[in-house]
């Protein structure tokens, strides 16, 4: 419950960070599948009551062309039924972090934009998808627009309800077919969500005492801190007998 609390704090000052540290701690505990599963509705649940706080900040032009490309995204890799194995999870959650420090002059996205509004529905919802978390990838299409940091928390938070209903309608459904009892407990589910909210007004709060070039530079550093810490957990668990 106090991963809950911190990551959805994390999340309510920094976007995606809090849910990149949550896919690792379950990762760790549950097969990859059903971490997959509770990743994705804890995260709904912290991501629709953080958008629900901010909504007068919400960009709802990019949250609609966002939903309609991971509809497209989320049947398409339901087709090919993906999931990764437990060393490359962690592979992937730290390879994808390194998006941040591409150079300016390589990639102009701005979400605010309704031609990238739309590339990042598709590609962040592939990646979420297959990687587990796709926030350092979502940021890119934010770090660089000229959104206010209120703006950009309250609108990656409306779009990443969708990703995570992806993930759960992805990984959920043959999970539910299979055997339910892979996922936690139903009183784990309902713990964690009201914690998390707890975490995302208490983010909420420091994120208003924060500068937008404080905000997107600590964004930064952040999630590279963490994608290294997931970086050494692959070695660790390619080096395994």
Known sequence: ???????????????MAGGLVLMGALALVLPVQAAFVTHGVLQLAANGWRAALHRRHV?????????????????????????????????LMGLVPAILWLPRGWLRL????????????LLVTGVNLTAGVA????????????????????????????????????YGAPILLRDSSELPPAWVFAAGVGVGLAGTVAGGRILDRMSDRRFLSLTRW???????????????LFAAP
């Open 59 to 91: 960009r709802w032009r990019i949250v609609a062309l966002y939903a309609l490309a991971s509809l497209i995204a989320g049947a398409v890799v339901a087709t090919i039924a993906f999931a990764p194995s437990k060393p490359l999870l962690f592979l």
């Open 1 to 15: 419950m106090v991963i809950s609390f911190v990551t959805a704090m994390l999340s309510g000052v920094f976007g």
């Open 222 to 236: 952040i999630v590279t801190a963490i994608g290294a810490a997931y970086l050494v957990q692959a070695v660790r």
């Open 135 to 170: 926030g350092p990838l979502l940021d890119i299409f934010f770090v660089r627009t000229e959104l206010p940091r209120h703006a950009i928390v309250a609108t990656k938070a409306a779009t990443q309800v969708f990703s995570h209903l992806a993930k759960i309608m992805v």
């Open 110 to 121: 701005d979400a605010a934009r309704p031609v990238h509004a739309f590339a990042s529905g």
